[in-house]
């Protein structure tokens, strides 16, 4: 009898056992939150003096996106992107940002745009449901149109981490505006802007044949925007 008891003590003891909480899961997600502050990418030099970037931002979370905003116009600068190459316009919030981009996409006057804004996770589904369909709504704005669109846009749990993400040297928009450049020089490399094949790894390359004569004739005024 008693050891019928022991073991039926055991088996209710292990499923017990396994679903209890353990310290270092706590502290593990903790450190797991506060990551990702600083910035972990390298860049070498650019040269974005002829690169037209386009740059979308929210007035939802104003301060906070003016600051990655001035952050990104500061990764242009120290790309040689001039003042005159820089568009910047406005949308009220996240969701309106893929949208926006693409009109500029197709207007043909940017090599590159940046979409920037912030989310906060509050107590709804709301959080999640946008910040899915603005990364998804970018990305694809980028796929069809050829113009490469920066996600900027911070998707935090608090308030502390857009400040931590957006302030001082852990600005993120500096990488957001150096990524542009990098990209836009890709692009127009792979695209033969200026004249210039390069085979993107693939060798000596030509310009694509469409079957239509000239079909990106060069723009008669240089604008940069609407």
Not at 11 to 25: E, G, I, K
Not at 31 to 50: I, P, R, Y
Not at 70 to 96: H, M, S, Y
Not at 187 to 207: D, I, L, R, Y
Request: negative net charge; contains cysteine; proline residues 4%.
């Amino acid at each position: 009898m008693i050891q019928r008891f022991g073991l039926l003590v055991a088996l209710l003891a292990s499923p017990v056992c396994s679903f209890a909480p353990q310290l270092t899961t706590v502290h593990s997600r903790s450190s797991a939150l506060e990551m990702g502050a600083e910035s972990e990418v390298s860049f070498s030099t650019l040269d974005g003096s002829a690169v037209r970037v386009g740059i979308i931002r929210t007035r939802w979370n104003d301060a906070d996106v003016t600051r990655l905003v001035e952050g990104a116009r500061k990764g242009l600068t120290e790309c040689k992107v001039t003042d005159e190459n820089i568009f910047e316009t406005e949308v009220p919030g996240a969701f309106e940002l893929p949208y926006a981009a693409k009109l500029l996409a197709m207007s043909g006057t940017v090599d590159v745009v940046i979409c920037a804004g912030v989310l906060v996770k509050g107590d709804t589904m709301h959080f999640e449901y946008i910040a899915d369909a603005v990364s998804k709504g970018i990305m694809n704005v980028g796929m069809s149109t050829n113009v490469p669109c920066i996600f900027g846009v911070l998707t935090c749990l608090t308030d502390d981490q857009v400040k931590a993400r957006s302030t001082g040297d852990s600005n993120h928009g500096v990488d957001w505006g150096k990524t542009a450049v990098e990209m836009a020089l890709l692009k127009n490399e792979a695209m033969g802007v200026g004249g210039k094949m390069s085979g993107m790894g693939f060798g000596q390359s030509a310009p694509l044949k469409s079957g239509v004569e000239n079909p990106m004739p060069p723009a008669k005024e240089k604008k940069v925007g609407f």
